[in-house]
């Protein structure tokens, strides 16, 4: 007969208990989340930072609101020839075409179109309503984390400063960012869900951290560069601190490195498979991301206005009163602000110094977001440009694009640690609204008041068209991106002119219904003439016929001819002769950059067959194909893993 070792549980610092000589811990138990009050009353506390959004009107001056209204526009327009996860936007950079979603993170602008498509409402409406969803998610992801290990007030104060603080107001309102606003619900939930990996364990704690981080991934592939350091420090610190042996410990008082490392290994199983699970669920994304940006001109994202030097911070700005509705300009005299707050500061130092000396390992994570803090914070200062110069660390810096982005880590630090002031080791817990916490909440909100403001206007360019498109793009010179066989960036074209022209008339403004250049040299109708005979933001099919007989009615053949597409060129596009008109293919044709001119647009050499037609369509690549293969087969794993939890206990009792 076997002894089972005695379970000896003790409650340690951070008022959580620890089951001692098992592999498993589990925290003190508390009200499941979603009956939390407080959870509800986050949510509920960030109307005051939803309320400028419910104003009639649109906010068209901020600095990237239009950008989101019309890239909406654009997933829109490929989502109605049945294409959901688009990766080509055909009437960017003047209807030649930019393969903007496979370099972009589509997740938000996924979750606008289905408001668009099902709700049938319009463009400006749904980019609102995603920003709305953004603050009340933020507000509950940062209180679900925060709760978890310093108490339901603190998370309370958390999810309050996370809402109101100043950066996260200005990425709202003043730069109107949606993919970085939407990114701040993930950042928390990343946090949470890899704690709860940790500690508690268990398959949905993995499935939460593998979900939080490909939707970090899919939202916004520029903070997860930021955000990932982060993450991967605290997952490190979590399992160092919090593993714990299953062993006797010997009268040396030592345990056994063997020991030790597999208590290490054991606790990181599940934070770290959750991590590769959320690689795997957004490899569709990140990998032709990273395979296939080098098909497209990267000097437009780095040069010019763009130019990290001209935007870092100076020291005073931190800290200064000033906030403004305009742009980031080189020196300290931006028309934006980019204070951290008072109040987010004040709590979190203070919060740091009474409970340092009454958690032990609590303060390991404290620690970990201070430091954070501050070196995020250092990267985005004038203090911190040498770094940018540096041949590893320069690049991974560089991505931020401007140097002040990486004050989204430095709110996400300052907001949990703001919420140390009201740990569950400072004041007595309570099911109900404190006046201390009352008071707190008021004062968080009352200093970002003045900020809660956006600018209605009206839209310059005129309502949402592709008329309207090409009049942004013109103005701004913005989403005129380029594929890496441009030589010359365009400034116009015969598509935006045609645009113009309908509008202009005073007609509904139709999509162009053909991409054949029939102005190119040797299309002169006699040996080389065609049409299009079909056509959608993703496909063309033509009709061509060569050295046509009038008389004898017939096409003959010669291999000296080539179609001209107005789009430009990039991987994925590929051409086919078919058998007959919407035939079937019969024979790949090239698809060539063309070799004169600046644009860089797709050629098809036309096959010596006398006349036919010819599709030429944008398909995946390799890298896309693989991406979306990798992605199923981990949505699949998980839901075994599901199934699998749910057969266990059956299985048990069989047994």
Same mark, same amino acid.
């Given at each position: 007969m076997t002894l089972l070792p005695q379970t000896q549980t003790k409650t340690i610092d951070d008022g959580s208990?620890?089951?001692? +000589?098992? $592999?498993?811990?589990?925290?003190?138990? &508390?009200? $499941?989340?979603?009956?939390d009050p407080f959870l509800w009353l986050a949510v509920l506390l960030s109307i005051f930072a939803i309320a400028p959004f419910l104003l009639p009107g649109y906010f068209w001056g901020a600095n990237d609101a239009r950008h989101h209204v019309y890239f909406l526009f654009e997933y829109d327009r490929v989502v109605q020839d049945g294409i959901w996860w688009p990766r080509w936007s055909p009437d960017f950079a003047f209807g030649y075409g930019y393969p903007f979603f496979n370099i972009y993170g589509p997740l938000s602008h996924f979750l606008a179109e289905l408001l668009v498509h099902f709700g049938h409402v319009g463009y400006t409406t749904a980019v609102e309503s995603i920003f709305v969803l953004s603050i009340g998610a933020s507000a509950a992801a940062m209180y679900a984390f925060v709760r978890s290990w310093q108490g339901r007030a603190s998370g309370l104060v958390a999810?309050?400063?996370?809402? /109101? #603080?100043? /950066?996260?107001?200005?990425? @709202?309102?003043?730069?109107?960012?949606?993919a970085e606003s939407m990114a701040f619900v993930w950042m928390?939930?990343?946090?949470? &869900?890899?704690?709860?990996a940790t500690i508690r364990r268990g398959y949905r704690w993995l499935v939460g951290v593998a979900v939080s981080y490909a939707g970090l991934m899919l939202t916004s592939n520029l903070i997860i560069v !930021?955000? &990932?350091?982060?993450? +991967? @420090?605290?997952? @490190? !610190? !979590?399992?160092?601190v919090y593993s714990r042996p299953n062993t006797e410990v010997g009268l040396s008082g030592r345990i056994p490195w063997q020991t030790r490392l597999w208590a290490w290994v054991s606790t990181a199983l599940m934070p770290g498979l959750g991590l590769l699970a959320g690689i795997g669920l957004s490899t569709i994304f990140w990998l032709p991301m990273l395979l296939e940006r080098q098909y497209v001109r990267v000097d437009q994202w780095f040069g010019g206005r763009y130019d990290y030097r001209d935007h870092f911070l100076y020291f005073f700005q931190l800290f200064s009163p000033r906030w403004g509705f305009g742009t980031s300009e080189a020196g300290p005299n931006d028309t934006m602000g980019f204070q951290l707050g008072a109040a987010g500061l004040i709590l979190a130092t203070v919060g740091v110094m009474l409970i340092w000396t009454l958690v032990r390992r609590q303060r390991w994570e404290i620690a970990c977001f201070v430091l954070v803090a501050v070196v995020a914070t250092f990267f985005s200062l004038t203090w911190g440009a040498f770094l940018w110069q540096l041949p590893l660390i320069g690049s991974v810096l560089q991505s931020a694009q401007f140097p002040w982005r990486w004050l989204s880590v430095t709110v996400l630090c300052i907001s949990v640690l703001s919420g140390l002031a009201l740990h569950r080791r400072l004041v007595t817990g309570t099911r109900y609204l404190t006046l201390p916490l009352l008071t707190v909440l008021i004062v968080?909100?009352?200093?970002?008041? $003045?900020? @809660?403001?956006?600018? #209605?206007?009206?839209p310059a360019e005129g309502p949402v068209s592709l008329a309207g498109l090409m009049r942004f793009q013109q103005s701004s010179d913005e989403m005129t991106g380029s594929t890496a066989w441009v030589k010359e960036i365009p400034t116009w074209s015969d598509?935006?002119? /045609? /645009?113009?022209?309908?509008?202009?008339? +005073?007609?509904p403004v139709q999509p162009v219904d053909s991409l054949l250049d029939t102005s190119a040299p040797g299309f002169d109708y006699e040996t080389l003439g065609g049409g299009t005979v079909a056509h959608s933001t993703v496909m063309e099919e033509v009709y061509f016929c060569t050295d046509y007989n009038r008389a004898e009615r017939s096409c003959s053949p010669r291999d000296d001819k080539v179609l001209v597409f107005n789009q430009f060129y990039y991987p994925g596009w590929r051409a086919y002769l078919l058998d007959g008109e919407h035939g079937a293919p019969i024979q790949e044709l090239e698809v060539i950059p063309e070799e004169t001119g600046t644009l860089g647009r797709m050629t098809v050499p036309v096959p010596p067959v006398g006349e036919g037609y010819i599709l030429l369509r944008f398909e995946d690549t390799a890298p896309r194909i693989i991406g979306r293969q990798v992605s199923l087969a981990t949505i699949v794993l998980l839901g075994l893993g599901f199934f699998a939890q749910f057969l266990r206990p059956w299985l048990r009792r069989k047994g």
């Amino acid at each position: 007969m076997t002894l089972l070792p005695q379970t000896q549980t003790k409650t340690i610092d951070d008022g959580s208990a620890i089951h001692m +000589g098992t $592999p498993s811990h589990t925290l003190r138990v &508390t009200m $499941p989340l979603w009956r939390d009050p407080f959870l509800w009353l986050a949510v509920l506390l960030s109307i005051f930072a939803i309320a400028p959004f419910l104003l009639p009107g649109y906010f068209w001056g901020a600095n990237d609101a239009r950008h989101h209204v019309y890239f909406l526009f654009e997933y829109d327009r490929v989502v109605q020839d049945g294409i959901w996860w688009p990766r080509w936007s055909p009437d960017f950079a003047f209807g030649y075409g930019y393969p903007f979603f496979n370099i972009y993170g589509p997740l938000s602008h996924f979750l606008a179109e289905l408001l668009v498509h099902f709700g049938h409402v319009g463009y400006t409406t749904a980019v609102e309503s995603i920003f709305v969803l953004s603050i009340g998610a933020s507000a509950a992801a940062m209180y679900a984390f925060v709760r978890s290990w310093q108490g339901r007030a603190s998370g309370l104060v958390a999810a309050v400063v996370y809402t /109101y #603080i100043p /950066y996260h107001l200005l990425n @709202l309102y003043v730069r109107a960012n949606l993919a970085e606003s939407m990114a701040f619900v993930w950042m928390p939930l990343c946090l949470w &869900t890899v704690r709860q990996a940790t500690i508690r364990r268990g398959y949905r704690w993995l499935v939460g951290v593998a979900v939080s981080y490909a939707g970090l991934m899919l939202t916004s592939n520029l903070i997860i560069v !930021l955000f &990932t350091p982060l993450l +991967g @420090l605290y997952t @490190l !610190l !979590l399992v160092l601190v919090y593993s714990r042996p299953n062993t006797e410990v010997g009268l040396s008082g030592r345990i056994p490195w063997q020991t030790r490392l597999w208590a290490w290994v054991s606790t990181a199983l599940m934070p770290g498979l959750g991590l590769l699970a959320g690689i795997g669920l957004s490899t569709i994304f990140w990998l032709p991301m990273l395979l296939e940006r080098q098909y497209v001109r990267v000097d437009q994202w780095f040069g010019g206005r763009y130019d990290y030097r001209d935007h870092f911070l100076y020291f005073f700005q931190l800290f200064s009163p000033r906030w403004g509705f305009g742009t980031s300009e080189a020196g300290p005299n931006d028309t934006m602000g980019f204070q951290l707050g008072a109040a987010g500061l004040i709590l979190a130092t203070v919060g740091v110094m009474l409970i340092w000396t009454l958690v032990r390992r609590q303060r390991w994570e404290i620690a970990c977001f201070v430091l954070v803090a501050v070196v995020a914070t250092f990267f985005s200062l004038t203090w911190g440009a040498f770094l940018w110069q540096l041949p590893l660390i320069g690049s991974v810096l560089q991505s931020a694009q401007f140097p002040w982005r990486w004050l989204s880590v430095t709110v996400l630090c300052i907001s949990v640690l703001s919420g140390l002031a009201l740990h569950r080791r400072l004041v007595t817990g309570t099911r109900y609204l404190t006046l201390p916490l009352l008071t707190v909440l008021i004062v968080v909100i009352l200093s970002s008041y $003045p900020y @809660l403001q956006v600018q #209605i206007s009206e839209p310059a360019e005129g309502p949402v068209s592709l008329a309207g498109l090409m009049r942004f793009q013109q103005s701004s010179d913005e989403m005129t991106g380029s594929t890496a066989w441009v030589k010359e960036i365009p400034t116009w074209s015969d598509a935006a002119d /045609y /645009y113009i022209s309908q509008d202009q008339r +005073g007609e509904p403004v139709q999509p162009v219904d053909s991409l054949l250049d029939t102005s190119a040299p040797g299309f002169d109708y006699e040996t080389l003439g065609g049409g299009t005979v079909a056509h959608s933001t993703v496909m063309e099919e033509v009709y061509f016929c060569t050295d046509y007989n009038r008389a004898e009615r017939s096409c003959s053949p010669r291999d000296d001819k080539v179609l001209v597409f107005n789009q430009f060129y990039y991987p994925g596009w590929r051409a086919y002769l078919l058998d007959g008109e919407h035939g079937a293919p019969i024979q790949e044709l090239e698809v060539i950059p063309e070799e004169t001119g600046t644009l860089g647009r797709m050629t098809v050499p036309v096959p010596p067959v006398g006349e036919g037609y010819i599709l030429l369509r944008f398909e995946d690549t390799a890298p896309r194909i693989i991406g979306r293969q990798v992605s199923l087969a981990t949505i699949v794993l998980l839901g075994l893993g599901f199934f699998a939890q749910f057969l266990r206990p059956w299985l048990r009792r069989k047994g």
